[in-house]
């Protein structure tokens, strides 16, 4: 059986701070019949246990963090909580939810919901703008974006978002001024280029991030973009007087470019190589070579080029000569 799929939260509200750790047993692949299972479920508020879920639920300090919760009526409120218990629903937001703390389990769910934002497949960040009142035949320019636009490359005067009257739908458009002293709009993705698009419907994803604390999964995150604007960008991240609502951006790549200690801690470093028994993926950390032996890796090391003489793995070597000396040789004959 395929290993669990593990989510792992850790954020801060106002006034604690609250974990919740979430493991699901998802079945092999192409398992179509496997009925989901939570393996595991833990709530800690303060590094204090509020629940653990095994097999069972175990408590902790109820009574103490739960306002709603008294000593009196404890036991009997478990008794209730355990029985209905469900191998393949949460426990936060059912028994927890319904019988302990509406409002706790509130703000982890809407953790997930607004602060968790996961861009699965890199062509498919598309952004359409919706205006809550917008005017028929109207452009929207949204400065901060179209600045960070400018910055990237822009070809056109502005980027901006046009209402048509057919459609309250805004579509992305380029702005050029003509010598008639007006604006004549083309659609973006005829005048710039795929970079270009792909960085401004991502741009308002890393704003949003910044601002509300979120953390930001991006697939192929440096697809046709140039790698110094993401090197900018993964380092705003790591700015604490900018990132003050310490959000999270994580990225997978096949650019080892940035496998670069000045960009990233050894842990914040994540290799994933394929078992050629197996056929599963197995990931680990930069940091878990530890610093010592033949394979230690320390602080300041060129990440890269150890990298390529196979240090870390996660590296095939790939030859297509004997495929295109094939080919020559048949169209000889």
């Not at 106002?14 to 192409?30: A, E, M, V, W």
């Not at 019988?99 to 703000?107: T, V």
């Not at 901006?160 to 050029?176: Q, R």
């Not at 010598?179 to 709009?185: Q, W």
Request: hydrophobic residues 40%.
């Amino acid at each position: 059986m395929a290993e669990p799929v593990v989510f792992e939260i850790s954020f801060l509200d106002k006034n604690r701070k609250i974990d919740y750790h979430l493991s699901i047993d998802l079945g092999t692949f192409l398992n179509e019949k496997h009925k989901r299972k939570i393996v595991s479920e833990e709530l800690y508020v303060d590094n204090r246990m509020i629940f653990s879920r095994n097999d069972g639920i175990k408590y902790g300090l109820l009574n103490r963090y739960i306002p709603d919760v008294s000593s009196k009526n404890l036991d009997g409120l478990k008794v209730v909580a355990d029985n209905s218990l469900e191998p393949t629903e949460l426990f936060l937001t059912n028994g927890f939810k319904n019988i302990f703390s509406p409002s706790l389990a509130k703000q982890i769910v809407e953790w997930f919901d607004k602060k968790f934002m996961v861009i699965y497949r890199a062509d498919s960040i598309k952004l359409i703008k919706r205006f809550v009142d917008p005017q028929k035949s109207s452009m929207y320019v949204e400065r901060t974006v179209n600045e960070a636009a400018k910055m990237f490359g822009v070809v056109s005067n502005d980027l901006g978002y046009f209402v048509s009257d057919k459609d309250s739908d805004a579509s992305l458009c380029s702005v050029i001024e003509n010598n008639l002293n007006s604006n004549t709009l083309i659609p973006a993705e005829i005048f710039e280029s795929y970079g270009t698009i792909r960085f401004v419907n991502m741009f308002p994803l890393v704003i949003s991030a910044l601002q509300t604390g979120a953390t930001l999964i991006v697939d192929e995150f440096d697809a046709s973009i140039h790698p110094m604007a993401l090197m900018n960008i993964i380092n705003i991240f790591h700015n604490d007087d900018i990132n003050k609502n310490h959000a999270q951006l994580i990225f997978n790549t096949h650019n080892p470019i940035f496998l670069n200690s000045n960009l990233f801690r050894r842990d914040e470093i994540k290799f994933v190589e394929r078992n050629d028994d197996t056929s599963y993926s197995e990931i680990y950390a930069l940091s878990d070579f530890g610093t010592s032996a033949e394979k230690g890796v320390r602080k300041r090391e060129d990440y890269m080029k150890n990298y390529f003489v196979c240090k870390y793995g996660a590296i095939k070597d790939i030859d297509f000569s004997p495929l295109f000396e094939n080919i020559s040789g048949e169209q000889e004959v």
